[in-house]
């Protein structure tokens, strides 16, 4: 059995060698295949912090991821067609800005995080996963009847965003932006969890009324993890969106939620790098077993009911022989 | 709105959510007695259908593809609830998702494996096509009527199963005190293998009499699905009574929802931008209606504390 942190380090030791050897043998598929792994990397840590750590069982994640996709895509829209966002009160144009978009993504994803989080945390356990679901499928359907910014159709970007100073379309660049972005997030997401914030949110989990009683509120401990949540999801979506050039409302369906939550799942609840070794370990299942058979969903359907049925901790609970997260 | 499209329009709506009664039956008794979350119910829809069509294509018959849309979705059921549902009742719901959101997946892509991509169709039976004139003028298509009709013998045999029936009585136990119905020597496991299969059949024959006005095709069960969970959510989890009202209410929100509300948009504002506002905020109703019961009543209309 291999040591947690061993573990961790290993997997991103690994993320970073792919894409780099592939650089090396001349095949920029695979650095795209390890962009599209750390950006649902980070869309899953996002989501861990509130089912793993806040025991909050979202289905309604691809919210947020979709809002920092379409961030990206409207800022970026009124970039490259020249018009302004709005004019009145004062005008706001549209930019082709890594780091304001980015900044917009998280305060979108944000906003809509708490307010999604406030009226869905009176519910709890199965009414808590429907009503998620219910404001991401809001969300699904609202894009798609709404005509300004494509429906059903989504928006396409002509070139990707800047980042001043780099060249963003080489993918080794843009991938090296991205798995920036992913230590930073994870850097953030242990501090949270070691915080005082973060240990009175893994109580409330455990045990609600002694939370309660020694003067906490978990709906407030939930809203925060909630809130903070939702915009490292969003980031996730922009930077999803800046990937593909593209955004469209399949960034706000149910499968993204069922995905993002698939990554969390697959790598381990509850870790903070268990949605990293979910997220690489699905994109790999997915270009290998794409390539064995056109019908490579049965095999992966059937990897992760043998992982939920017999591997509890996840990947890295069954590599480092743990079940349970330390916490 | 004339009158009589109103009452077509509220027709269809019933329509609507009678079927979604179907599915939502079967969901509702699985999680009140067994505490499952399926998201794989849609699968078991989508098998019910793909029986029909292929018993349809094979013999011409349509009432022989409705019989074998529900044998295929109640072995279907049997057989998933034997293999995997029996590990996950202890589960948390966690577990319960993202290992049904696997079975979705083994479904879906069998399905394609053994039917292909290709939608099939299921014609409506001779005797049942065409419209009936029913009392005050109003014009219907025989099969929508005679699905209301089904529907509502199905949902009151139901009723009376859950009611009278010595089975009935057992998975009303069931849902309360697992333990104690086990002690008094009712075999659990085969009245969970009987409730799963019960509400798998239902679903499979939702999913052919929709079939044969849809098109019958991979992915058709998730839409269905996502509704029928919004159906019990609002009717409170366990409970038939609810995932009637909660069926009801969604089918007549989303039917009437996309009829009215571009017209009642249109009496303060341009046609056009009536359109756009209207069908968006129609297609978002059910779960604004979701959202609106679970804020006011955290538990659904009829769930209990």
Sequence with gaps: ?327 | MPLLLLIEQILNGLQFGVMLFLMAAGLTLVFGVMGLINLAHGSLYMIGAFAAAATAAATGSFLLALVASLTAAAIAGVIVEMTVMRRLYDRDHLDQVLATFALILIFSEGTRWLFGSFPLYLDTPGWLSGSTVLPFGITYPKYRLAIILVGLAVAMGLFAMIARTRIGIQIRAGENDRETVGALGVNIARLYTLVFALGAALAGFAGALIGAIQSVQVGMGEPVLILAFVVIVIGGIGSIKGAFVGAILVGLTDTLGRSLLPVLFGLFMDTSSATTIGSSLASMSIYILMAAVLIFRPRGLFGTA
Aim: proline share 3%; charged share 10%.
């Design chain 1, 1 to 327: 059995m291999i040591r947690e942190s061993t573990l961790n380090a290993a997997l991103l030791i690994l993320l970073l060698a792919v894409p780099l050897a592939a650089l090396l043998l001349d095949e920029p598929f695979i650095i795209t295949l390890a962009t599209r792994a750390v950006i649902f990397a980070i869309a899953g840590v996002g989501l861990n912090l509130a089912l793993g750590f806040g025991g909050l069982v979202s289905l309604g994640h691809a919210a947020f991821f979709g809002i920092g996709g379409y961030a990206m895509g409207i800022l970026a829209y009124h970039a490259q067609t020249f018009t302004p966002i709005m004019e009145w009160p004062f005008v706001i144009q549209g930019t082709k800005a890594m780091p304001v978009i980015w900044l917009t993504a998280v305060v979108a994803s944000a906003i809509a995080a708490l307010g999604i989080g406030v009226l869905s945390l009176r519910t709890t356990g199965i009414y808590f996963i429907m009503i998620t679901l219910a404001f991401g499928q809001m969300l699904f359907f609202f894009t798609i009847s709404w005509p300004a910014y494509g429906g059903e159709d989504g928006l396409s970007i002509y070139v990707r965003n800047g980042f001043a100073g780099l060249n963003t379309m080489d993918p080794i660049t843009f991938f090296a932006i991205c798995y920036g972005l992913l230590l930073a997030v994870l850097w953030l997401v242990s501090r949270i969890a070691r915080s005082p914030f973060g240990l009175a949110l893994g109580a409330a989990r455990q045990n609600e009324a002694r939370i309660q009683a020694v003067g906490q509120r978990p709906f407030t401990l939930y809203l925060v993890a909630f809130t903070i949540s939702g915009a490292i999801t969003g980031l996730a979506g922009a930077l999803f969106a800046d990937l593909n050039r593209f955004v469209s409302p399949t960034m706000f369906s149910w499968q993204t939620s069922g995905e993002i939550m698939v990554f969390v799942i697959l790598g381990g609840v509850g870790r903070v790098f268990g949605p990293v070794a979910g997220a690489a370990m699905f994109i790999f299942l997915e270009h290998v077993l794409g390539g064995l058979s056109e019908f490579w969903h049965i095999y992966l359907g059937a990897i992760l009911l043998g992982i939920v049925l017999f591997a509890r901790g996840g990947l890295i609970g069954l590599v480092s022989g743990r079940e349970v997260a330390d916490d």
